[in-house]
């Protein structure tokens, strides 16, 4: 008699880590937020004619850059802050799913206070 093989290990996968972006110096790292698609009166516009956002959530921040001294300069917004951007300003990136961008401090136009 011919002895059965046991059957082979399954290997688990391992958990997927979420990469975390940690900006130098005075950038800072944004999640645009989305243009609405429809129109107050109801009409929708299409991906062709979206203009880009100009508008975002600040999702982490650099310590900020040295001034001629070598002392740090303070950026002025926070994580979780929604700030307006320069139009095509930044770095564009997609990361585990998601989009960011990377701007630097001075592209920040104003901060959004609801």
């Given at each position: 008699?011919?002895?059965?093989a046991?059957?082979?290990?399954?290997?688990?996968?391992?958990?997927?880590?979420?990469?975390?972006?940690?900006?130098?110096?005075?950038?800072?790292?944004?999640?645009?937020?989305?243009?609405?698609?429809?129109t107050?009166?109801?009409?929708?516009?299409p991906?062709?004619?979206?203009?880009?956002p100009?508008?975002g959530?600040?999702v982490?921040?650099?310590?900020?850059?040295?001034?001629?001294?070598?002392?740090?300069?303070?950026?002025?917004v926070?994580?979780?802050?929604?700030?307006?951007?320069?139009?095509?300003?930044?770095?564009?990136?997609?990361?585990?799913?998601?989009?960011?961008?990377?701007?630097?401090?001075?592209?920040?136009?104003?901060?959004l206070?609801?």
């Amino acid at each position: 008699m011919a002895a059965k093989a046991a059957p082979a290990a399954k290997a688990t996968p391992a958990a997927k880590a979420k990469t975390t972006l940690v900006p130098l110096a005075d950038r800072v790292v944004i999640t645009p937020l989305k243009q609405e698609e429809v129109t107050a009166s109801g009409l929708v516009i299409p991906d062709t004619v979206k203009e880009k956002p100009q508008q975002g959530e600040v999702v982490a921040v650099g310590p900020g850059r040295l001034d001629d001294n070598g002392k740090r300069v303070p950026i002025d917004v926070v994580k979780g802050d929604r700030i307006l951007y320069a139009k095509y300003t930044g770095t564009e990136i997609k990361l585990d799913g998601e989009e960011y961008i990377v701007l630097n401090d001075k592209d920040i136009l104003a901060k959004l206070v609801v």
